[in-house]
């Protein structure tokens, strides 16, 4: 059927001035400044399961007609597909149902035939064939169009894409003032925003300072009403949490805020603390939805030390999270994944695609990102009612500056030299040998070879097509945590 300037700091790890536990109540006497929680809210409609644009050109138009698909939530417009005007008024009828190129396609695929879209009438069928008349437009397993129409354009998207219309809430919780201009989910949000002509986008900036017990408890209250709020003024299909704070450069453990009247550093806990008490008002919107994803937006310290790895692992499916993403880069800077989380945006959360199978396509967006970090990707999957994280690390691997996603020394230790290595390879392994002629040599100690390094292919690593260049792509390595003290990370030169 058819219907019409100050150079404040943006890398995010460095020291806590303490640990603190934040579950013990203790007295709970001062609330959270009511400043520290801040919301953009969208006005949202009631749900719609429909897309409101088009499959084929992703537009829409107020002068074009919007047919629906009456096995999908696509829809295709007039400019699309050439419908006669005289038409138009029939196919609009309740009884007319539409099938869409899409769909048409796949079930082609299924079939392993082939058919013209919108068949032209015929007087009698087999009965094997029955199928064939079941193209575009019908009603009662009969074509309503003598002919088949043009399809005017070509399809911009893959073709088990959609232009979901599903509601999206994103929830971004700061950390108490930390500066988070150039912010990607200021920018996700603007990515979005168009697709959403009637509602169903909501954005919350939540700023959290739980230093101390009482900040806890003031965060609490707020946050409970606020979510409380949002469940009840619309069901969110897909929900995107990004957290950006600093995190300890020993332990890993998240910054969560300041200590009662100290304005001088920040006081750190826990992942499971942490995660728990941030998502608690938040559980029902979370466990509502049909995909929660979580970006950690903070130093990679949280995941290159064994204990908070685990407890971010142990965290993401005790929450209920869909999936995580959390990144490797000592000093990370946020402001440098906008490609990455516009890609998420536009293959996940508008053309529906499972995030563990659009990564590759969204990596593919984002290779300058790789020479900052590596990225770590969890992703969650229940059997027989038991839930499991599958854990994958994705690095950029380039021939000379990141070998099998090692980092290369830009100046050898040994001698000094800011050095152009020479390379040569022995089947997977890279070997690279410093350049300079003296190096190891002099300065009244024992003569030594050159500096070398030997670098090989991570076990089970596979080199994505997706981004790849001459001489450098993305390579997926499978995290195996079943050995309790396995390393996750790429072996040190």
């Known amino acids: ?240 949490i990004v957290i950006t704070t600093h995190t300890d450069d020993d332990r890993g453990d998240p910054f969560i805020g300041r200590k009662k009247g100290d304005k001088s550093g920040y006081v750190s806990a826990s992942v499971p603390e942490f995660l728990n008490v941030l998502f608690k008002p938040w559980q029902d919107a979370i466990t509502r939805a049909k995909d929660t994803t979580m970006f950690f937006m903070g130093c990679g310290a949280i995941v290159n030390n064994t204990e908070s790895f685990r407890d971010l692992r142990l965290s993401v499916l005790n929450s209920k999270l869909s999936s995580a993403i959390a990144f490797t880069a000592p000093h990370f800077q946020p402001s440098f994944t906008c490609h990455l989380v516009v890609a998420f945006a536009e293959h996940v959360l508008i053309e529906g695609f499972p995030l563990r199978e659009a990564f590759p396509e969204i990596l593919g967006h984002s290779y300058r990102l790789g020479m900052h970090t590596d990225i770590i990707l969890m992703t969650r999957s229940e059997t027989n009612g038991a839930a499991t994280l599958q854990c994958t690390r994705y690095a950029w691997s380039h021939a000379t500056a990141r070998p099998w996603g090692s980092l290369l020394p830009l100046q050898c230790p040994q001698c000094g030299c800011i050095t152009k290595w020479n390379f040569s390879r022995d089947s997977n392994k890279s070997i690279f040998v410093c350049s300079y002629k003296d190096c190891g040599r002099g300065r009244g100690t024992k003569n030594l070879p050159p500096k070398r390094y030997i670098l090989q292919c991570p076990e089970g690593a596979k080199r994505l097509i997706p981004g790849k260049r001459h001489n450098a792509g993305w390579l997926e390595v499978p995290l195996d945590f079943s050995q309790p003290n396995k390393v996750t990370k790429f072996s040190d030169m």
């Open 1 to 240: 059927m058819a219907r019409t300037k100050q150079t404040a700091r943006r890398s995010n790890g460095g020291k806590a001035q303490g640990r603190v536990s934040i579950t013990d109540p203790g007295k709970l006497k001062i609330r959270i400044p009511a400043q520290t929680v801040r919301a953009h809210v969208d006005v949202s409609s009631p749900h719609e399961v429909k897309n409101d644009f088009c499959v084929l050109c992703r537009d829409g138009s107020e002068n074009l007609v919007i047919f629906t698909c009456d096995e999908c939530p696509r829809v295709i417009c007039t400019r699309c597909i050439d419908v006669p005007s005289n038409y138009i008024e029939e196919l609009k009828k309740m009884d007319v149902k539409f099938r869409c190129v899409l769909c048409h396609t796949a079930l082609m695929k299924k079939l392993n035939d082939q058919t013209p879209y919108y068949a032209s009438i015929l007087t009698s069928y087999p009965q094997s064939f029955t199928h064939y008349i079941l193209q575009g437009f019908f009603r009662n397993a009969q074509p309503v169009l003598p002919f088949f129409l043009p399809v005017r354009v070509q399809l911009e998207t893959s073709k088990r894409s959609e232009i979901s219309a599903s509601h999206i809430l994103i929830i971004h919780f700061k950390l108490v003032d930390h500066v988070t201009t150039g912010s990607p989910v200021d920018i996700i949000h603007q990515f979005l925003a168009p697709y959403f002509p009637y509602g169903g986008l909501r954005k919350l900036d939540v700023v959290f300072d739980l230093g101390t017990s009482s900040k806890v408890k003031g965060y609490n209250e707020q946050c409970m009403e606020l979510a409380k709020d949002v469940v009840e003024q619309d069901h969110y299909k897909s929900v995107c």
